[in-house]
């Protein structure tokens, strides 16, 4: 991969952006090479980036773009169903479809990820019909989870997929520790966890580095900085000028891509992979925008200025796609239409079939807690009866 | 039919406050379409349909605060292509248990077990003691407060000393009670076009940030009766034994406090706008509950209205009033529920409103009573019409 000084950049012509978006106020990304975010597309999706384009086929850079077209349609529908009452929550993932679909693209279906929110591609993207998707969503009782879990927060171990925690940053040694395990029993598999910014200041992220540093199991850490903690801007998350170079401490391997440009994701992953088994672990900040509200339960607006939500409404990872799809001859409105239709009725015919599903019976919220029930679990569930009992 | 409850959008959200309806009843609707705007405590949000159909009834009027899990409103899904329902999960067997009804001393009691075991440890009976947890959850104060060193139980008082506003309210009530004739009159009415003419001019009092109300019409609905009917918009001079009749209606609105009942009065109604009588209660009901209100705002007040609507959540079908004296009478309206009535010999469910009116039967007769109730009546089923009134 031809790595260049970001700071050269300079040398050659300076990517024409018509403007748009460019040296913004809020979004970096238009300034992207002076700030050190390696980028592989601009704004309309030319190969004017630092970083070389990556070897992705015709149908590999399709498939890609519709998978992130699908993250979205989903959540357009989830919040829909949230806010009329038939999720009872929704944690959504607009603007953030690139880091974690390209991401997964880089890994193999033999490696393990471990999850953080907005991520519903990975599990479609590794073999997860939608159906189990919204099934989770709905709360169901033959999904996975058993329809136990807070809605979106998704895994599923047998594709390789450990759910997130809600405890942000909680598993990301758990993650690290798996790889090192992995590294020990001498097979080649490899680690990938995603985290957002706020969980780089809790102790477990530097926990695991310095434990990364220290003994180099195979994983590609990404931070997906996406500007907001729920209402804590990066300003006053960290001092350091940057999420990536906290790996320098730890001597682990790091760098910041465009997390809006998914060809920059899937470079810069596809390459820590391969380093993985060799050079062990890598940390990449993929700086991105959560363009929707934190989840549900928010209001963004007490805390963040309209205009900046615009400004990188324009870096829009979707649209940068498939303009970059259109240059290539690969793209065009009829397809565009066709897959947004599709996306809808497939996700139609997902809540359909999901809602239709069983609600798992209340009192198997007892089960999978102990082995043996304890008399305390016994007597909450008696009463529990008791009370569905009295209820007409 | 496909009942909408009202969700917890946010998380720990008890109610919501009816901003306005984005679609009237009779409207088609798809899935996803704006319903309405509500405002939290959190977030003003609009809230997209969750099926396809015809909308058949709005359950609340902009301006009321709406419970969650309270019926928003009903979508008729027969037409359209209904999805399914969810599946509810099957109920332990009814019949199974319902032979032996559980002895309620022990399914009733609702305590975490460390409160249980502290109850055995003290030896407290649990069905013995009153619970003043969330939902009379049996909590640890309630066992230790109760228990003695022998382990008998006792019942504890406490006194509430008054606080000013109370102590005055307390004085009027009775003296009111103990002077005046009071007589009560109890009579409904429809409110079909009265609902109506709210979600018609609900979004435009909207666009101009007026908080439009079911009280600013009835108050506009009673004003242009007692132009009417003198009697009813006056006050007494108990030493002189007058009765002094007013030409402006000087409405006192009847208003629960944090620090007790609140009559502050809107004067002039008769001369304003429905818009304008909705931002003057907006505002004055603002500063009681801010404890804001100065003298002159309850004085000169020449009726009374009191609207329990918003409060309700039974379904009070009549009250005694107590007349706010010096003033002559005094209406009180209910919440505008749907209920059965019969129209053109046929039993049908339509919104009603109940009212009942007390009035001093020292100075004013029961035919003068009935002459008022019949044009308060005619102008909550005709609303237009008190509006044209003025």
């Known amino acids: 991969m031809a790595e260049e000084n970001p700071l050269a950049g300079k040398s050659r012509a300076k990517p024409k952006t018509a403007g748009k978006g460019a040296g913004g106020k809020h979004c970096p990304l238009g300034n992207a090479r002076a700030l050190g975010i390696r980028q592989v597309i601009d704004a309309e999706g030319r190969l004017t980036g630092d970083l070389a384009e990556p070897d992705l086929d015709r149908d590999a850079l399709t498939r890609l773009y519709e998978m992130m077209v699908l993250v979205r349609a989903i959540d357009d529908r989830g919040w829909i169903l949230q806010r009329s009452g038939r999720v009872e929550f929704w944690i959504p993932h607009k603007g953030l479809e690139a880091v974690h679909t390209a991401a997964t693209v880089a890994f193999e279906q033999k490696d393990w990820i471990f999850l953080g929110y907005r991520h519903p591609g990975t599990l479609l993207l590794r073999g997860a019909p939608l159906v189990q998707l919204f099934a989770q969503f709905f709360g169901r009782r033959d999904e996975p989870f058993k329809g136990r879990r807070l809605p979106t927060l998704m895994g599923d171990r047998r594709l390789n997929i450990v759910p997130m925690t809600t405890q942000v940053g909680s598993y990301i040694p758990h993650a690290c520790g798996a790889a090192w395990a992995a590294k020990i029993k001498g097979d080649d598999t490899r680690f990938l966890t995603f985290f957002g910014d706020g969980s780089t200041s809790r102790g477990e992220f530097h926990s695991a580095m310095n434990f990364a540093g220290v003994y180099k199991p195979p994983i590609v850490f990404i931070c997906e900085n996406n500007g907001w903690a729920v209402t804590t801007p990066t300003s006053v998350q960290t001092a350091s000028a940057t999420f990536s170079q906290k790996g320098d401490a730890y001597a682990v391997r790091n760098m910041r891509v465009d997390g809006n440009d998914p060809l920059a994701v899937y470079a810069a992953t596809k390459e820590a992979r391969d380093l993985a088994p060799k050079e062990g672990p890598t940390l990449i900040e993929a700086v991105t925008y959560r363009l929707g509200f934190h989840t549900s339960s928010d209001n963004p607006d007490l805390y963040r200025e309209p205009e900046e939500v615009e400004e990188w409404a324009q870096w829009d990872p979707l649209d940068r796609m498939r303009k970059h799809l259109e240059l290539k001859g690969h793209w065009d409105d009829k397809l565009e239409e066709g897959l947004w239709a599709r996306c809808k009725s497939d996700i139609d015919d997902a809540v359909k079939q999901a809602e239709a599903m069983p609600l798992p019976d209340p009192a198997s919220m007892f089960d999978d807690t102990f082995e043996e029930m304890t008399w305390m679990i016994e007597e909450q569930k008696a009463h529990l009866l008791d009370d569905l009992e009295s209820q007409p | ?390």
């Open chain 2, 1 to 390: 039919m496909y009942e909408f409850i009202l969700p917890d959008i946010g998380e720990g959200i008890s109610e919501a406050l009816l901003i306005n309806w984005s679609v009237k009843a009779g409207d088609r609707v798809e899935e996803g379409d704006e319903l309405a705007t509500i405002s939290t405590d959190k977030v003003d949000v609009e809230l997209p349909s969750p099926r396809s159909g015809v909308v058949s009834e709005l359950c609340w009027t902009p301006g009321d605060t709406i419970k969650v899990g309270s019926v928003f409103l009903r979508i008729d899904t027969s037409d359209a292509a209904d999805t399914a329902p969810a599946a509810k999960p099957s109920k332990p067997k009814a019949e199974q248990k319902s032979k032996t009804p559980a002895a309620p001393a022990t399914s009733s009691i609702v305590a975490a077990p460390s409160t249980r075991k502290r109850a055995q440890d003290l030896g407290v009976d649990l069905g013995a003691v009153t619970g003043t947890g969330p939902g009379g959850r049996i909590v640890l104060r309630d066992i230790e407060s109760g228990a003695t060193a022998d382990g008998e139980t006792h019942s504890s008082t406490r006194h509430e000393t008054p606080n000013s506003v109370r102590k005055a309210m307390a004085d009027h009530m009775a003296r009111s009670v103990h002077t005046l004739a009071h007589s009560t009159m109890n009579f409904e009415a429809r409110a079909d076009a009265f609902l109506a003419l709210l979600a018609k001019l609900g979004p435009k009092a909207q666009a101009r940030d007026i908080r439009l109300t079911p009280t600013a019409l009835f108050a506009k609905c009673a004003g242009s009766a007692l132009t009417d009917h003198p009697r009813f918009n006056a006050t007494i001079d108990e030493d002189k034994g007058d009765l002094i009749l007013h030409e402006s209606v000087n409405l006192s609105v009847a208003l629960a406090s944090e620090r007790g009942l609140l009559v502050p009065v809107v004067n002039n109604i008769n001369t304003m706008s429905l818009f304008a009588v909705a931002r003057a209660l907006s505002d004055i009901t603002a500063r009681g509950r801010d404890g804001a209100l100065d003298p002159q705002d309850v004085r000169g007040g020449t009726f009374t209205l009191s609207n329990t609507g918003n409060m309700e959540r039974a379904t009070i079908t009549s009250t005694r009033p107590i007349i706010n004296a010096p003033q002559t009478a005094i209406l009180w309206v209910s919440r505008i529920t749907e209920r059965p009535r019969v129209s053109e010999g046929k039993l049908e469910a339509g919104p009603m409103v109940s009212c009942s009116l007390s009035f001093d039967h020292r100075f004013i007769d029961g035919a003068d009573a009935v002459a008022f109730v019949n044009d308060v009546a005619a102008h909550i089923e005709s609303p237009e019409q008190a509006l044209a009134a003025d």
